[in-house]
Structure formats: C-alpha cells, structure tokens
C-alpha cells in the first residue's frame, strides 16, 4: 500500500512549483556554495530533489550534482526543467532508505523535508540518514533541515502553515501533536495537476536539537552545527529558537 507521501507527489509538479515554501532556491543555493566554499569540483547528491530546483540552481553555476527521489512524477518535471535550461543533470529514482551509492559525494543537500521526517517510522528516517551518510565520501558535509520538534510545544502547527495563504495552495488541518512521539498528525489538501483535489492522512516527525545531534553522532559525525531554518535566507547567524519551524543541520564527517 502507497504511503501519504507517496501518494501526495503523483500528478502534484506543477502545483507544487507554485507553493510558497519552494521559493527560497536562489538564498538557499548562495548559502550552500558558501558552506562548499565554491568548490566546483565537489560532487553533490541532492536527496529529495522534487522537481529539481536546487540541483538545477547549482548545476547552473557550474556544480556537478545527481538529484534523486521516490517520486517518479516529480522527476519527469526536474528533467524537463533541467532540459528547458539547457542542462545534463543525472536525476534517479531512489528510495533514501536504501541507496547504491558508497562513498561517491562530497556534499549532500537534503532541504524542504527531502525525505528525511516524513518516514512513517524514526527507525526508517534514521535509515535515510545512514543511506546518505554511507554515500559521502570522508570528511563529507551534509546540509538538511528538518521540522523543530520545540516549535509545536509552544506554537499552533496548524496556524502556522495556514499564515498568508491563498486559495489553491496547499493546506494542513485538523493537526494534533502528539507528545509521545514527536509527531504531527494531520489531514493534508492539495490540489493535483489535474484539478483534482486530494485530502490525504499525514504526519510528519518533529526533532527537538538533541536527537538529531544524537542520530549524527552515532553516525560519526565530528561536528554538528544546528540553527534557525528560513525561507531562502539560510544563515550560521540564525540561533535556533522556538519560533522556527525548522531547523538547519549542517554536519561533517
């Protein structure tokens, strides 16, 4: 049986190329090559590409990168935005939980909940982090963010996704945390390609900082940085705090 998350990005690439969280790109890529120290021969795996927006960004100033998802009909969109600019980009279907790749990558990037969280299980998330981890070359960095497990136990999830939204975007309702396990359970709207609506039953893992230092740790990371995630503004500056909806991770081997 198909997943939510598996079932959320069929016939969804158009529509979500409109959403408002995919409109930090150009911020979001000055901040990686920054991280990289705009090394341009360092190979990059963009894990969770969606339709190839931060590999297609990089891959256009000059980075080698190979992009991959679950979702089949996300990628068709990535190789056809990639195709539009006049780019060879390697994009593949792969499931992060299970990856071929040993020791390939200097960098990888998992942004916007690249799969990471959305697991139905902490052991299956913690698989992605070992799957990507095993595909970094040594002294690799990999940069991601994931949901802040201290935003939910002083802010409302459900306003929060619905601030400043119009018509047509997807929306989150019906959200209930649950302290127990760190997860918000929601029913999720979106509307396809098609013009179909769909109401999907959700619920994605918030991480409070401890965990996720805790999960690299064991992974054998030596250092661990961890601040505020925003839209298209990524910064070292940025102290985490309850506020943030998410967290920036950035880790090396």
Known sequence: MKQWYEKLFENYANNYEKEPFTKGTLGECDFIEKE???DKTLKILDVGCGTGRHSIELAKRGYKITGIDLSESQLERARENAKDANLEIVFQ???ARNLPFNNEFDVVIMLCEGGFSLMETDEMNFEILK????SMKDHGKIIFTALNGLFPLYNSVEKFCAQGLEEGYSTSHKNTFD???FRDHNTTSVIDDSGNKKE???NERFYVPSEITWLLKTLGYKTIDIFGS???AFSREDKLTTKDFEMLVIAEK
Not at 131 to 134: A, D, I, P, Q, Y
């Open 200 to 202: 999907l039953e959700c």
């Open 131 to 134: 799957n990507v981890t095993k």
């Open 36 to 38: 990289i120290k705009h």
């Open 179 to 181: 302290l127990m396990t």
């Open 230 to 232: 925003k839209l298209g």
């Open 93 to 95: 279907r792969q499931d």
